[in-house]
Nanobody
Framework: QVQLVESGGGLVQAGGSLRLSCAAS????????LGWFRQAPGKEREFVAAISRSGGNTLYADSVKGRFTISRDNAKNTVYLQMNSLNPEDTAVYYC?????????????????WGQGTQVTVSS
């Protein structure tokens, strides 16, 4: 069992940056592939980024590639999402997720544990 708590969301102007954190409690944090997803009002939850157990492999949605960076610190049981060059289309609730999938995955159903989400709002 893993409990996930996101933080770091907020209101930022277009072109700005935010860093999201997701702290995990529970056992064996390093066993899990970790991902970030987001959900805008009226839209389905969509994949943003994922990172392998060791942190050596990452995967990004095309819409955020080159702007967002996912990282993890297994000693601190924390995963991060650095978001740069934000635009209004990035406005959403951002969720971190943990899964026992073998490799980073884009599919929501591959992740077993979810945080409550943190709101990111980008003004134009």
């Amino acid at each position: 069992q893993v409990q996930l708590v996101e933080s770091g969301g907020g209101l930022v102007q277009a072109g700005g940056s935010l860093r999201l954190s997701c702290a995990a409690s529970g056992r064996a944090f390093s066993w899990y592939v970790l991902g970030w997803f987001r959900q805008a009002p009226g839209k389905e939850r969509e994949f943003v980024a994922a990172i392998s157990r060791s942190g050596g492999n990452t995967l990004y949605a095309d819409s955020v590639k080159g702007r967002f960076t996912i990282s993890r610190d297994n000693a601190k049981n924390t995963v991060y999402l650095q978001m740069n060059s934000l635009n209004p289309e990035d406005t959403a609730v951002y969720y971190c997720a943990a899964g026992t999938t073998v490799v980073p995955d884009t599919i929501v159903q591959k992740y077993d544990y979810w945080g409550q989400g943190t709101q990111v709002t980008v003004s134009s």
